[in-house]
C-alpha cells in the first residue's frame, strides 16, 4: 500500500513466541500490509531462538507486502544460536535490528534489544561483584548501541524499537518482584536525549499498554498478550501515524 501524504502508519508487535507448530501469521500480516506501511517486530519472535523456529517464521513472512523491522529477544538467545535466527529472517527480508538504524519514508527507526536492572532510584548499580557489574555493563551497551543509531538518523521522526522497557509505567501489572529484569531506566535517556517520536517494547506480557518517559515521550507495550488482553477479537498490532517530516537540507 502507498504511504500516506507525511504519515507512515507503523504497526508494531512483540513475543510472537514463533515456531513451526504456531497459528499462521497470515491475518496479521495482511491486516498491517492493509493498514500500515511498515511491521514492527519488538523481540521474542521465536519462541526458544532455534533455526526452525526462525525458519517456520521467515517462510511467513516472505509474501509480506510492507518492510518489517525487528529486534531480537531474550527468548531469541535461549539456545545460544541468535546469529543463525538473525541471519534467517535477514535472508527473508526482515531488516533486524542491532544497534542498526534505517529510515522509511522520512521516518528513522533505530533498534536494539536493550536490558534489564530495573528502574529509577532503586536500578541495580555498577558495584561489588564481577557478575553484577556485568549485568550492569550489559544495559550500558544496549543504551550505547541505542543512543549510537538514533545519532545517525536524519529525520525528525524517530521510532525506537526494544524488547526490554524503558520505563516502569509499561511493566506495571507484572509481579513487582521481576520488574528489575523487565527493562531499564538507562534504556529512556536516549529517547528523551534525542526526543524520540515513539518507542515499542515487549517483554512485559502482563504489564501495561502505554506510558510516557519523563519528558512525555509515548512509550508502547505492544507484547501480543496486552494487545490481545485489550482487545480479545483483534488482531493483535498496535497502529499509530508518525509524522513525516524531514529535518531540511538532508536527504531521505
Ligand atoms: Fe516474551
Ligand atoms: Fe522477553
Do not use: W
Request: charge should be negative; charged fraction near 20%; include cysteine.
Amino acid at each position: 500500500m502507498a504511504p500516506t501524504d507525511g504519515v507512515v502508519r507503523v504497526a508494531a508487535v512483540a513475543d510472537i513466541h514463533f515456531g513451526p507448530r504456531s497459528e499462521s501469521l497470515q491475518p496479521l500480516l495482511a491486516h498491517a500490509a492493509q493498514h500500515a506501511d511498515v511491521l514492527l517486530l519488538c523481540g521474542d519472535i521465536t519462541n526458544r531462538g532455534l533455526p526452525e523456529e526462525a525458519e517456520a517464521l521467515a517462510k511467513e513472512l516472505r509474501t509480506v507486502k510492507v518492510p518489517v523491522l525487528a529486534v531480537l529477544g531474550n527468548h531469541d538467545f535461549e539456545s545460544n544460536q541468535h546469529k543463525e535466527v538473525t541471519e534467517i529472517l535477514n535472508q527473508a527480508g526482515v531488516k533486524m535490528l542491532d544497534g542498526d538504524s534505517v529510515e522509511i519514508n522520512g521516518v528513522g527507526f533505530a533498534g536494539v534489544k536493550g536490558f534489564g536492572g530495573g528502574f529509577g532510584k532503586r536500578a541495580l548499580a555498577s558495584f561489588g561483584e564481577p557478575s553484577i557489574k556485568a549485568f550492569v555493563h550489559e544495559t550500558l551497551d544496549e543504551m550505547l548501541k541505542l543512543e549510537a543509531a538514533l545519532a545517525r538518523l536524519k529525520t525528525e521522526a524517530k521510532v525506537v524499537l526494544l524488547h526490554y522497557s524503558p520505563i516502569q509505567a509499561t511493566v506495571e501489572g507484572e509481579p513487582a518482584d521481576i520488574f528489575p529484569f523487565l527493562g531499564s531506566s538507562h534504556l529512556e535517556e536516549p529517547l528523551n536525549r534525542y526526543e524520540v517520536t515513539a518507542a515499542f517494547h515487549g517483554h512485559a506480557h502482563l504489564g501495561h499498554a502505554e506510558g510516557k518517559t519523563r519528558d512525555g515521550i509515548p512509550v508502547y507495550n505492544v507484547a501480543e498478550h496486552v494487545l490481545r488482553a485489550a482487545q480479545p477479537n483483534a488482531i493483535p498490532l498496535k497502529i499509530i501515524d508518525i509524522p513525516a517530516t524531514q529535518l531540511s537540507g538532508t536527504a531521505n
